[in-house]
């Protein structure tokens, strides 16, 4: 990704792209993750921009997606492998916090404020966060 010219994410890309690309430096990163290959979807349901987080052996990088039509989100379409969706202000609640815990996420999964799918993808992103 490096070699090609980076467009300039927008809305909420452009947010989570400033929180882990920052970890393509950290070596506790590229370590824990070198033999790993996943792409995780984060909607903003409110937003105009969903974040595809790509970790390709040891490097992470973002795309921004229109999520407008809802078929641009598909999983045919995109090829994520996990799938957080709720609104902007939650999302930045969870990111905000210093203590991302797995407690805290399942209360809003049973409150019905986050929607997963592929947990298992998923739970990877505590780990980061906890770098």
């Keep these: 990704m490096s ?3 980076k467009k ?11 929180l882990v690309e920052p970890l393509n430096d950290n070596e506790k990163f590229k370590e824990r993750f070198k033999d790993t290959e996943l792409k995780v979807l984060l909607n903003a349901k409110d937003g105009k921009y969903a974040a ?9 990088y973002v795309e921004g997606i229109k999520n407008k039509p809802k078929k641009n989100l598909k999983k045919k379409i995109v090829g994520w492998d996990g799938l957080l969706q709720t609104k902007t202000s939650t999302f930045l609640e969870i990111l905000e916090s210093d203590d991302i815990s797995l407690g805290k996420v399942v209360g809003k999964i049973l409150t019905f404020r ?6 298992k993808h998923i739970l990877i992103l505590l780990q980061l966060f906890s770098l």
Excluded: Q, Y
């Excluded at 595809?52 to 992470?60: N, R, V």
């Excluded at 986050?114 to 947990?119: D, H, L, M, S, Y």
């Design 3 to 5: 070699d090609e010219k």
């Design 8 to 18: 300039k994410l927008r809305g909420f890309a452009g947010i989570v792209s400033k």
């Design 52 to 60: 595809l987080l790509a970790i390709d052996k040891g490097t992470i």
């Design 114 to 119: 986050i929607k997963i799918r592929g947990i």
